[in-house]
């Protein structure tokens, strides 16, 4: 938990995107992604953060139908033009993918490093119910250092799970970063609640990028947005458009915010409840990827 500026490392420019993707068409996705990237990496952005399943949508009917059989090797050839746009635009991008899990399959985020290298393979932990008859939970989570900075990886329903920020937040990281799936309603709503909260309650940055348009049933509702350590939004994408919002993560901003506001002082140090409850419980910090 830093408190103090770190006068070795310079503000992170950072992304979040937002698009729409045809469910199971990952060259499609591949494609959009690598767009973005490059969006991205004209602007100086360093790190780009992607909807839940970005690469191959999230539209419940193809997912049911075609896992575990159509999940994505996250080394193989089909991510070429992702990793290609990485490597030029020297951006890390962590894609939303199915990836094989035992005899199953795991919601994951894929860190793809700005070597063009998959630097890290990150599962959700918290499943929800319509989920648990296709994907099984991780029981490990990630996070991805880059030019210094301490970013813990979170997906989705995750993020419903307060212990699961906070845990990532004592145990060092500098962001939270979560690709997500709202629709239009009540889940739109609770999104709205979910990541400035994450923000403010723990004192740290938090990035949350969505899907736009219909899939299937579901009608996506946008929102992406990079909110500060006090919890207001530095940049948002609306609910209309593909394209990304762009934020700089700064240091001094985040050491004189956690000398504002003190929570993670006063919380003490975190319990072994929110570091292991197999695989639906806190953040647990073994599986790390350092990413330069």
């Known amino acids: ?3 103090k500026a770190n006068p070795n490392r ?3 420019r950072v992304a979040v995107a937002q698009m729409q993707a045809r469910p199971g068409d990952v060259a499609h996705n591949v494609a959009v992604s690598a767009s973005l990237v490059r969006a991205a990496g004209e602007q100086g952005v360093r790190v780009l953060q992607f909807p839940e399943l970005s690469l191959t949508g999230y539209e419940p009917g193809w997912l049911k139908a075609s896992l575990p059989a159509q999940a994505v090797d996250p080394y193989g050839r089909e991510l070429d033009v992702l990793r290609d746009a ?3 635009w020297q951006v890390t991008a962590i894609a939303g993918a199915p990836t094989a899990f035992g005899q199953r399959a795991a919601i994951s985020a894929l860190v793809i ?3 063009g290298r998959t630097a890290a393979v990150c599962h959700k932990q918290h499943l929800e119910v319509q989920e648990r008859d296709v994907f099984v939970p991780g029981t490990e989570s990630c996070t991805v250092s880059v030019d210094g900075w301490q970013l813990a990886v979170g997906i989705c329903y995750d993020a419903s799970f307060p212990e699961h920020a906070r845990a990532a937040a004592l145990a060092g990281a500098d962001a939270y970063l979560c690709g997500g799936g709202f629709v239009h309603g009540d889940s739109d709503y609770r999104r709205s609640v979910y990541f400035p909260a994450r923000a ?3 004192t740290f940055y938090v990035l949350f990028a969505n899907f736009l348009g219909q899939q299937g049933s579901w009608n996506f509702s946008g929102g992406s947005a990079i909110y500060g ?3 207001r939004p530095l940049a948002e994408a609306g609910n209309q458009e593909t394209g990304i919002a762009i934020a ?3 240091d001094e ?3 004189v915010t956690r000398k504002q506001l003190t929570m993670l002082q006063d919380v003490g140090e975190p319990s072994t409840a929110h570091l292991s409850v197999s695989g639906q419980g806190g953040y647990v910090p073994r599986s790390t990827a350092c990413v330069v």
Do not use: F, K, S
């Open 86 to 88: 990485c490597r030029t």
């Open 229 to 231: 350590p006090n919890g």
């Open 248 to 250: 700089d993560l700064d």
């Open 200 to 202: 403010l309650e723990n």
């Open 253 to 255: 901003v985040l050491a």
């Open 10 to 12: 310079t503000p992170l």
């Open 1 to 3: 938990m830093n408190t």
């Open 113 to 115: 490093d700005d070597q």
